[in-house]
């Protein structure tokens, strides 16, 4: 009978050991015994149950470096971290149609866009932690979710083709005019940075602002929109286009030549440049994770998010991922730093204002023919 159950196998160990030493100790009786058996397999099944220690941890992020960090998490507070990986909607559907019985405990997503829909499906649960607030600036986190990395959505040029004088001073603003006309490569409308960052604008200039700005910009794309952020950096080293608009984390995995020696040297051909120096600072975005509102496991999955902002797990995250950290003191990648730390980031626009705005601006991305 015992072989027949579905456990996991070093309760099955315990249970057959269990087993084992009844039927020794009483073997005259077999009711007796087998009620004992019984009522022993429930003891321990419900022991198990009421006091293992493990999260589920729903993500999207796909980096093998990320669950090394787990299994850090894992040595140093015995909480078990099972991890399901997958892409936002599905993630985000499972977690509804299951709802009550649904065994995950944590979302994390990139994209603050993402967090924010994911808030307004209802699927978190308002999370109070002294920590996490005193750790988090206010406008990378809300009552639902918490920043755990930071990115910037910037400008990619080659030098040999572009001066840096052209685009001294330059603000995503800029980008609609008759100057840059055929110039800009950038990937498509559906894609959820591009969203954001135009949400963005929306949320600093207003609805009619954006609109007309999208009509110039989209008049200066050197192509029809295509590929990843990878692809639009690719198409500024080979001249094809004279502006890229890229997340930084993937100008520098190029350069890491983790993508290839092609990536890596068509990297070098190009150079960041940071906008909106002179006035709110570059566009900001955010990895990160909420918990889930039928968590069963609520305080592990809240020490789980305190860990994902302690030093050490900030620098392993950014050391691999390129990404930037929330916390101080943190230094970033190599390639990273390369592109220069420096630089004004928006502190001041909340990143949930992406989500707030995110179908108007991918709707009026498709009014102006951004496909
Ligand atoms: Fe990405």
Not at 126 to 142: A, K, Y
Not at 221 to 236: E, K, T, W
Not at 292 to 315: G, H, M
């Amino acid at each position: 009978m015992i072989g027949e159950l579905i456990l996991p196998i070093n309760l099955r160990h315990k249970l057959f050991d269990k087993v084992k030493h009844t039927y020794y100790l009483d073997i005259n009786n077999h009711y007796q015994n087998n009620m004992r058996v019984l009522f022993t397999l429930l003891f321990i099944f419900l022991f198990e149950n009421l006091f293992s220690a493990e999260i589920n941890l729903f993500t999207t992020r796909h980096y093998e470096s990320d669950l090394d960090l787990y299994r850090k998490f894992e040595k140093k507070t015995g909480i078990k971290v099972n991890v399901v990986i997958g892409k936002s909607k599905p993630l985000e559907k499972r977690i509804l149609e299951e709802g009550n019985s649904c065994i995950g405990d944590l979302l994390f997503l990139a994209d603050a866009g993402r967090l924010y829909s994911a808030q307004e499906k209802g699927l978190f649960k308002i999370v109070n932690s002294p920590i996490l607030e005193s750790i988090i600036p206010p406008q990378l986190r809300s009552q639902y979710w918490f920043g755990v990395t930071k990115r910037a959505r910037i400008i990619f040029y080659n030098p040999e083709i572009m001066s840096y004088d052209e685009i001294k001073g330059l603000n995503y603003e800029d980008l609609s005019k008759k100057e840059f006309q055929s110039l800009i490569a950038i990937r498509q409308s559906n894609n959820v940075y591009n969203q954001s960052l135009v949400a963005s604008l929306i949320e600093n200039n207003g609805v009619e602002f954006t609109e007309e700005w999208l009509k110039g910009f989209v008049q200066n794309f050197s192509r029809q929109p295509q590929g990843n952020d990878r692809a639009q950096i690719l198409s500024v080293a080979a001249g094809e286009s004279k502006i890229a608009i890229a997340n930084t984390y993937y100008y520098a995995l190029m350069l890491s030549g983790k993508k290839g020696d092609d990536q890596m040297l068509a990297a070098k051909k190009v150079k960041p440049f940071f906008p909106n120096q002179k006035n709110r600072g570059t566009h900001m975005n955010i990895s990160g994770i909420g918990i889930l509102k039928n968590a069963p496991n609520t305080n592990n999955a809240i020490k789980f998010v305190e860990f994902l902002l302690t030093p050490e797990a900030q620098s392993h995250i950014i050391k691999n991922t390129f990404e930037y950290p929330i916390i101080q003191g943190i230094k970033p990648s190599e390639h990273v730093s390369l592109m220069g730390l420096n630089f004004k980031q928006d502190n001041s626009t909340e990143v949930s204002s992406y989500g707030k705005w995110q179908k108007k601006a991918f709707e009026l991305m498709q009014k102006s023919g951004w496909n």
